[in-house]
């Protein structure tokens, strides 16, 4: 089968990662590290893993970091290569193990796919302590078992990614879409990332708040895919009070607005300029550091993870505010005296794990599935662009150039 796969080599790793800051679309050339190459299908690694066939692949952000070279080295030691890419998955069970038709799963289901490998997926026993408490997503052996090196499906050898025609998953990973349409079922995964984030990290009313006088006034630094599934998430889980956006591009910020913003920013500008007018703001610029705000927006929620979107957060989040960091962040240089200063709390969220909701844990692609199939996700239109696999060149460079191709969610069909 044909596969969108991901070489390592360091010198070629790091040409890539030049000439990417210079002109993106040059990381898709013939010295980049991505090609598309005649693969065997992966194996079933046991009786209760399932082969599928995917409908929709995403590309994620953090597909593009890889693609880019603008991922960190620190999760080199996790990963394995080469991989196929492709973690925002639904598709069809074409084959099943015997324990998983044992299960409950048939040949000719759709499904959605949670990429990540733990111990369950792995076949350890007992859990790691991460595992046995619930949160998967920070699973300490995500280099062994029957899996080996490789954190989730689209980045691990053995198991395969959708940016191909089949992969492989464990039953745990499985989950029934119902009604939904694979073109909303392939942003669950995303709307996972973003709705974790809100669910651990909520806002609060009056009384609840630091200043303990006053609802949170919610920031969104970023309008892509995962800003605005936050803004969503926000209001689906019955968030009602004030959600602002900033955003670069106008069409992002339409899709804001959809999502349920009450404000959106397409500048750094009018963005201070909204935080200092909050009752009780005062705007500040020192003469060798950049400009900042006392009394801005209280929890702010960074779906960016650049140098650029951190800066803003941490100039602009109220003293003793939250700073929530849903986007991939990598190797970034920040100021962080207002951490100190002004009591800053700053929070990373995986999308993998429970959640509280409606008064139990429970895992977050439920939640997710339940929350998309109860409110229409259609009317966002948040795939944009489809691309069978021999065109990846073109659906990276969709992807890659937001602005020129007016994308928000781009996916491989991968097709026969």
């Given at each position: 089968?044909?596969?969108?796969?991901?070489?390592?080599?360091?010198?070629?790793?790091l040409?890539?990662?030049w000439?990417?800051?210079?002109?993106?679309?040059l990381?898709?050339?013939?010295?980049?590290?991505?090609?598309?190459?005649?693969?065997?299908?992966?194996a079933?690694?046991?009786?209760?893993?399932?082969?599928?066939?995917?409908?929709?692949?995403?590309?994620?952000?953090?597909?593009l970091?890889?693609?880019?070279?603008?991922?960190?080295?620190t999760?080199e030691?996790?990963?394995?290569?080469?991989?196929?890419f492709?973690?925002?998955?639904v598709g069809r069970?074409?084959?099943?193990?015997?324990?998983?038709?044992?299960?409950?799963?048939?040949?000719?289901e759709r499904?959605?796919?949670?990429?990540?490998?733990?111990?369950?997926?792995?076949?350890?026993?007992?859990?790691c302590a991460?595992c046995?408490?619930g949160?998967?997503?920070?699973?300490r052996r995500?280099?062994d078992?029957?899996?080996?090196n490789?954190?989730?499906?689209?980045?691990?050898p053995?198991?395969?990614?959708?940016?191909?025609?089949w992969?492989?998953?464990?039953?745990?990973?499985?989950?029934?879409?119902g009604?939904l349409?694979?073109?909303?079922?392939?942003?669950?995964?995303?709307?996972?990332s973003?709705?974790r984030?809100?669910?651990?990290h909520?806002?609060?009313?009056?009384?609840?708040?630091?200043?303990?006088?006053?609802?949170?006034?919610?920031?969104?630094?970023?309008?892509g895919s995962?800003g605005?599934?936050?803004?969503?998430?926000?209001?689906?889980?019955?968030w009602?009070?004030?959600?602002?956006?900033?955003?670069?591009?106008?069409?992002?910020l339409e899709?804001?607005?959809?999502?349920?913003?009450d404000l959106?920013f397409g500048s750094?500008?009018?963005?201070?300029?909204w935080a200092?007018?909050?009752?009780?703001?005062?705007?500040?610029?020192?003469?060798?550091?950049?400009?900042?705000?006392?009394?801005?927006?209280s929890?702010?929620?960074?779906?960016?993870?650049?140098?650029?979107?951190?800066?803003?957060?941490l100039?602009?989040?109220?003293?003793?505010?939250?700073i929530?960091?849903?986007?991939?962040?990598?190797r970034l240089?920040?100021?962080w005296?207002?951490v100190?200063?002004?009591q800053?709390?700053?929070?990373?969220?995986?999308a993998?794990?429970?959640?509280?909701?409606?008064?139990?844990?429970r895992?977050?692609y439920?939640?997710?599935?339940?929350?998309?199939?109860?409110?229409?996700?259609a009317?966002?239109?948040?795939?944009t662009h489809?691309?069978?696999?021999?065109?990846y060149?073109?659906?990276?460079?969709?992807?890659l150039d937001?602005?020129?191709?007016?994308s928000i969610?781009?996916?491989?069909k991968?097709g026969?």
């Amino acid at each position: 089968m044909r596969a969108i796969r991901f070489h390592y080599r360091p010198a070629r790793y790091l040409w890539t990662r030049w000439v990417a800051k210079r002109r993106p679309a040059l990381a898709l050339g013939p010295l980049g590290c991505i090609s598309l190459d005649d693969v065997e299908p992966p194996a079933l690694p046991g009786p209760d893993w399932v082969r599928v066939e995917t409908t929709l692949s995403g590309i994620c952000g953090s597909d593009l970091a890889a693609v880019t070279a603008h991922d960190s080295f620190t999760l080199e030691p996790f990963g394995a290569y080469p991989f196929t890419f492709g973690h925002e998955n639904v598709g069809r069970i074409v084959e099943t193990g015997p324990e998983a038709a044992r299960a409950g799963w048939s040949v000719g289901e759709r499904v959605v796919v949670n990429p990540m490998l733990a111990c369950a997926q792995r076949g350890l026993e007992p859990p790691c302590a991460a595992c046995a408490r619930g949160e998967y997503g920070l699973c300490r052996r995500t280099t062994d078992g029957i899996t080996g090196n490789g954190p989730m499906i689209g980045y691990c050898p053995a198991v395969g990614g959708g940016w191909s025609r089949w992969f492989v998953a464990h039953v745990s990973q499985l989950h029934r879409p119902g009604d939904l349409p694979d073109e909303v079922a392939v942003l669950t995964d995303p709307f996972a990332s973003a709705l974790r984030g809100v669910l651990l990290h909520p806002p609060a009313r009056a009384g609840e708040t630091p200043d303990g006088g006053e609802d949170d006034v919610v920031l969104v630094i970023g309008a892509g895919s995962i800003g605005a599934l936050t803004v969503k998430a926000l209001r689906l889980t019955g968030w009602t009070g004030t959600i602002a956006v900033l955003g670069r591009y106008r069409f992002q910020l339409e899709l804001a607005e959809r999502a349920g913003a009450d404000l959106v920013f397409g500048s750094r500008k009018e963005a201070y300029d909204w935080a200092a007018s909050l009752p009780g703001a005062r705007a500040f610029k020192p003469t060798l550091a950049p400009r900042f705000v006392e009394g801005g927006p209280s929890l702010v929620y960074d779906t960016v993870g650049s140098a650029g979107s951190i800066s803003d957060a941490l100039a602009l989040t109220r003293e003793g505010g939250r700073i929530v960091l849903v986007g991939a962040a990598a190797r970034l240089s920040a100021d962080w005296t207002r951490v100190w200063y002004r009591q800053l709390s700053v929070a990373g969220v995986f999308a993998y794990g429970l959640v509280p909701y409606d008064g139990r844990r429970r895992d977050i692609y439920d939640v997710s599935l339940e929350l998309m199939q109860r409110d229409g996700f259609a009317e966002l239109g948040m795939l944009t662009h489809v691309f069978d696999l021999e065109d990846y060149r073109a659906g990276l460079s969709a992807a890659l150039d937001k602005d020129g191709h007016r994308s928000i969610k781009v996916a491989f069909k991968p097709g026969d």
